[in-house]
């Protein structure tokens, strides 16, 4: 690599720096990650401090116009942007500045989460909105009034005796699972995944028809005052940010207002820790000087304000080998494309693979073996693949294709009509045996513990078991002869796997593994037919005509148990004793009819959801996040901090999960905690 002299360098790098700004920007479409978008500022900055003389020629645009038809709006003061830190020094030595150029100490910060949405001005008069911007540049920006007032928490009236011009600055973002039930509906529809929450909320605010924008389910958090704050008789940010929440602006609740650099350092710490718990993505800690008397002292640059600043944290995503794309196959048969990564350690963990959905999102990703991809995890999100970096593409490389054959069997996939998926049908295809057994034994199913991956796969090998049925038949001295099994696993082992025998209807439902039938429409099945061989016997129709259950299930449902697979299966679990019958009546009542229910952590005998679905099954719903609408939240173990942070805000009761089955049997708790 050539090093070019300053000059030249400065020119690329403002230039290259513009370029990725209107693509971020103005097109929603960025083509380097926002870390390698900070590394060209880094870079740019470090040599303007070294050759100050040439700072004449970045000529940097803060965020170039796109190419559309929102009329422009003044701002009737600038849209200022933020200075970046990007380690505990560099805050520090911003600390230190201000502290000098005040002669004092600065008092009260303002600790804040970075909220990773769309810049939006709001302005009221005579209490009505008025006029909702974007930054745009900074000095202009774009009228999107009318897709603005489609969003619910941003309130159209502010109550009387408010100033008569008062302006509010805050962030339009999306929530994360807003995003991925869109994402989910794309992906059914064979339509490319929307990237991140950031750009998807950018495009919904640039539709043209506002009825999209609604459809889109965006928020908004305020976090600055602009006119107003003088005829409020506010003082401070901490005042004016309080006295928007009084007005009925979402503010957010994370926010702290400390008295030292120390405890902004314990503020960004317990950010870090807890960003992934939050239900929209943070992409760092803005920290401002509280008092507007020492703001206003402190003063700002054409880009930025000296009394605030960002504090950034590591990017979710990054950029990574795709080293090859495999295709494994489910326990319904379902061909699943995922990419084999090079280990990328990106949102708090290390990746090395990540689903590629199907086949249409190969295609529409266009990535291909050797490529170098964008690879995004968001907490526990499911790490996904966005695009290629086509500049880096190997001259060599040939774009993939999708096996028409079974990886695991070699028998020819199948893509039904109008489906986005391919399926393998061949009901004794290893894998698929494999995974539905996993399946079966799963605690979303019969809960038979002691059957992980690597045993299921040696009983296999060892040919102890075929099918799910073949575990109630198991020939135990062979398994006692394996090595790794004594007589105490061995033990616990059949333990289990007897009382496996007793578990609900919907259980062994789910555990059959009938494509399209999940927990909740086992459990309605299982209610309204009351036994096994009813369903078995009934007709399509009749079973999608049950709450809960559709047409596309019913087929399944009755496709399935027409098989003579089915047929011996059903036989030979009557045989081992087996239960086939539906709940009593009382052993399901819907004691949580209307109420809703917050599962935070892991509740002990639970699965991830499993806890969420038991609330669902008994009438009830358990959504991510707590809101006012919350009536219990459930402290599992490893539980999220601002979910508890929540409730106790909201005054909702937070019950210890060794008080979960009450809850779930009576509907309510005696005495919370
Ligand atoms: S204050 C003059 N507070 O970050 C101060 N900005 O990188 C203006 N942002 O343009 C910004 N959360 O879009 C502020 N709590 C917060 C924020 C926040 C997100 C965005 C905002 C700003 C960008 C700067």
Known sequence: MTISDPKTRILELSAEINRHNQLYHGFDAPEITDAAFDALNVELNQL???????????????????????????HSSKMLS???????????????????QLGDAVGRYVCELKIDGVACSLRYESGALVQAATRGNGVVGEDITLNVKTINSIPDRLPSGVPDVVEVRGEIYMDIATFEALNEAQTEAGLPRYANPRNTAAGSLR???????????????????????????????????DWLDSLGFPVNPERKYVASISEVDEYIAWG???????????????????DYTKQEALGATARAPRWAIAFKYPPEEKETKLLDIHVSIGRTGKATPFAVLEPVFVGGSTVQMATLHNQDQVALKGVRPGDTVVVRKAGDVIPEVLRPVESLRPTSSKPWHFPTECTSCGEPLRRPEGEANNYCENFVCPAQQQARIEYFTSRT????????????????????????????????????????????SVSNLQTSIEK????????????????????????????????????????????????????????????????????????????????????EQSSLRQTLEGKSI????????????????????????????????TDYVVLGENPGASKISKAEELGIPV???????????????????
Do not use: C
């Open 207 to 241: 539709q043209k028809n506002p009825e999209i924008t609604r459809s889109r389910n965006l928020s908004f958090w305020a976090y600055q005052l602009g006119a107003g704050a003088d005829e409020a008789n506010l003082t401070s940010h901490s005042q004016a940010l």
């Open 272 to 290: 870090l820790q807890n960003r992934h718990d939050l239900d929209y993505e943070i992409d760092g800690v803005v920290v401002k000087v509280d």
């Open 48 to 74: 303007l401090e070294e050759f100050p003389e040439l700072a004449n020629l970045a000529n940097l645009s803060i965020g170039a116009k796109a190419e559309n038809t929102f009329e422009e709006v003044s």
């Open 445 to 488: 199913a019969m809960d038979i513990e002691g059957f992980g991956e690597s045993t299921v796969a040696l009983f296999l090998k060892e040919e102890l078991i075929s099918d799910v049925a073949d575990i109630y038949f198991m020939d135990w001295e062979a398994v006692g002869n394996l090595a790794g099994f004594g007589s105490i």
């Open 82 to 100: 933020l200075d970046n830190a990007f380690d505990a020094e560099e805050l520090a030595a911003w600390n230190e500045r201000i502290d000098k």
């Open 655 to 673: 019950i210890s999960s060794d008080k979960f089955q009450q809850l779930l049997d009576t509907g309510t708790v005696s005495t919370p905690r």
């Open 500 to 583: 496996s025998k007793e578990k609900p209807l919907a259980s062994l439902l789910v555990g059959f593994g009938i494509r399209h039938l999940g927990p909740s429409g086992a459990t309605a099945l299982a209610e309204h037919f009351g036994h096994l061989d009813a369903i078995a016997h009934a007709k399509d129709t009749e079973i999608a005509e049950v709450e809960g259950v559709g047409a596309k299930i019913g087929e399944s449902v009755e496709a399935f148990f027409a098989t003579e697979v089915a047929k011996d299966l059903i036989r030979r679990l009557r045989e081992a004793g087996v239960n086939l019958e539906g709940p």
């Open 598 to 629: 917050v599962i935070s952590g892991t509740v002990e005998g639970y699965s991830r959801t499993g806890a969420q679905d038991a609330v669902k099954e008994r009438g009830g719903k358990s959504p991510g996040s707590v809101s006012n609408k």
